[in-house]
C-alpha cells in the first residue's frame, strides 16, 4: 500500500474528510492517485452527450408528470455510479465541479428550455452529516457554465423514509408534501430545471415540481447525472 492509501486507512472515512481532501484525490472510477476522475473514467460522464433528447428507444418513456423534459448525462453504473456514490457518502466533493460540467454539456445540447437551475435538496440530517448538499453543489456548478441563476427554492418539509426501502407505489405518498418553496424565494413565472444526481422513478422529482408549481412556477423540467432504471 502506498503512502497516502495507508494514510486513507488510518484517516477512516468520516471524522477526517476535511483532513482527506487535502490528501491528493483518487480516481472515483479506477483508484488511480491523481484526480477526482481521471482522464480515462472522466468520459464516462458524457456517455450520452450526443443522444437525442428525450427517451431512446426501446426504454419506458415515462416522464413522471408534471415535467416537461427529463435529461440525465449516464445511466447509474460503473464509473458514474462510483463517482455518485463516492460524492454522496465519500466526501469528496471535489467530484462536484466534474459532474456539474457534466449536466451542463448534456443540458446545454438538449434543453428546451428553462431559466434557473434548482437543486433537490438532501435532508437536512444529510447535509450536516456531509457537510454539504451534493445536489446543490451540481446545480451551482452546471448552472455558472450556463450563465444561469442557481436557487435554493426548495426546502424539505419532513424526513422522509429512504425511497429505496420503498415500492413504487409507496414512493410517492412517501413523498407528497415532502417539499416546500422556501420563504423568500420567487419562482412565480419561471420556468425551473430541477437538478440531481440521481432520479429513479422520478417521484422525488414529480414531487419537488408540483411544491414548485403550486408556488406559480410556469413549467418544471429536470437533469440528473444518472438515471436508474
Ligand atoms: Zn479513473
Known amino acids: 500500500m502506498d503512502l497516502v492509501g495507508g494514510l486513507r486507512g488510518v484517516l477512516g472515512s468520516v471524522a477526517n474528510r476535511a483532513l482527506d481532501l487535502a490528501l491528493p484525490a483518487q480516481c472515483a472510477g479506477c483508484r488511480r492517485e491523481g484526480a477526482a476522475l481521471c482522464s480515462e473514467c472522466l468520459p464516462a460522464l458524457d456517455v450520452r452527450l450526443e443522444a437525442e433528447p428525450g427517451v431512446p428507444i426501446g426504454l419506458p418513456a415515462d416522464i413522471p408528470p408534471p415535467l416537461l423534459q427529463l435529461e440525465w448525462c449516464a445511466p447509474f453504473t460503473g464509473v458514474t455510479r462510483r463517482a455518485v456514490h463516492a460524492l454522496k457518502y465519500g466526501g469528496e466533493r471535489r467530484l462536484a465541479p466534474l459532474m456539474g460540467a457534466a449536466v451542463a454539456r448534456r443540458w446545454g445540447r438538449v434543453a ?5 437551475f434548482v437543486p433537490v435538496p438532501a435532508s437536512p440530517d444529510r447535509v450536516r452529516e ?23 427554492a426548495l426546502e424539505r418539509t419532513r424526513t422522509t423514509t429512504a425511497q429505496f426501502d420503498l415500492d413504487r407505489a409507496h414512493r410517492a405518498s412517501n413523498l407528497r408534501g415532502a417539499f416546500r418553496v422556501a420563504p423568500g424565494v420567487n419562482v412565480a413565472g419561471r420556468w425551473i430545471v430541477l437538478v440531481d444526481d440521481v432520479m429513479t ?24 447525472v444518472a438515471r436508474e432504471r
Open 112 to 116: 428546451a428550455g428553462g431559466d434557473a
Open 130 to 152: 456531509r457537510g454539504y448538499d451534493q445536489a446543490a453543489l451540481l446545480s451551482g456548478e452546471a448552472a455558472r457554465r450556463l450563465r444561469l441563476p442557481s436557487l435554493r
Open 201 to 224: 422513478t422520478g417521484a422525488t422529482l414529480a414531487a419537488c415540481a408540483t411544491a414548485l408549481l403550486e408556488a406559480g412556477a410556469m413549467a418544471i423540467s429536470a437533469v440528473a
